[in-house]
């Protein structure tokens, strides 16, 4: 069954202070992998696809990498409007339609 | 519309009662999806449509779970006789691809009391 774990639950970050969030999964077939924002109260929204292994995605202070398991999101010194929860999706060929969801790292950047 | 509408933005709900949440899509999107967010937790799948056909209601939690696109455009998720446990956000949203950039609404948070 395909599986989405990411980790650290929680992470509270000096403004500044680098880090990097983990999405790790298990998947019959990866056709796409997803990194998405969620503010509170709100819908997730898009930040990057990464469909192959070492590919490589930048956005402003956000960098997303994928290797054959995992996927990291990296923040460069970040600033508290960064603080949200990031959510990590996959996309498989196990022959449903559905995107699965990890729990998602709570980011809270302190100024 | 600019974005993905959902409406309401909050329901409370007496046990027992049936309630319908609405989505909007961005126009011209043919994927639609439904997710269902508890408080602390990532997005579980409901249900997908392509245009009007439900493809995959696998994730559908029971049969007092509902969902419908008839024009393949606006779609409504029913929950009759609500229980406690349906609490949660529901989550609505749309693609102009199968496998793509998923543009979320803002969701209908539902309380049952």
């Known amino acids: 069954e395909d599986q989405v774990t990411q980790s650290p639950e929680a992470l509270r970050l000096q403004e500044g202070e680098s880090s990097s969030l983990n999405c790790s999964y298990t998947?019959?077939?990866?056709?796409?992998l997803f990194w998405y924002r969620q503010d509170p109260g709100k819908g997730p929204e898009f930040l990057f696809t990464?469909?192959?292994a070492g590919e490589e995605k930048e956005k402003e202070r956000l960098k997303a990498t994928l290797t054959k398991k995992e996927s990291f999101l990296h923040i460069t010194a970040p600033k508290p409007e960064d603080s949200a929860t990031y959510l990590c999706?996959?996309?498989?060929?196990?022959?449903?339609?559905?995107?699965?969801f990890g729990t998602g790292t709570r980011l809270k950047v302190l100024a | 519309g600019a974005g993905v509408s959902q409406s309401p933005r909050y329901k409370v709900a007496k046990r027992g009662q049936d309630v319908a949440l609405r989505c909007d899509p961005i126009s011209g999107h043919v994927s639609l999806f439904w997710y269902q967010q508890a408080l602390g937790q990532g997005p579980e799948f409901l249900t997908y449509?392509?245009?009007?056909?439900?493809?995959?209601k696998s994730g559908l939690p029971s049969d007092r779970f509902f969902a419908e696109r008839p024009e393949g455009s606006v779609s409504t998720l029913k929950i009759q006789r609500t229980q406690q446990e349906d609490s949660a956000v529901y989550l609505c949203?749309?693609?102009?691809?199968?496998?793509?950039?998923?543009?979320f609404g803002e969701g209908s948070r539902l309380t049952v009391l």
């Open positions: 990464l469909y192959s």
């Open positions: 998947v019959s077939g990866l056709r796409g």
């Open positions: 999706a996959v996309y498989s060929t196990s022959g449903t339609y559905k995107y699965i």
């Open positions: 949203a749309s693609s102009d691809k199968r496998i793509g950039e998923l543009f």
């Open positions: 449509f392509q245009n009007e056909a439900q493809l995959d």
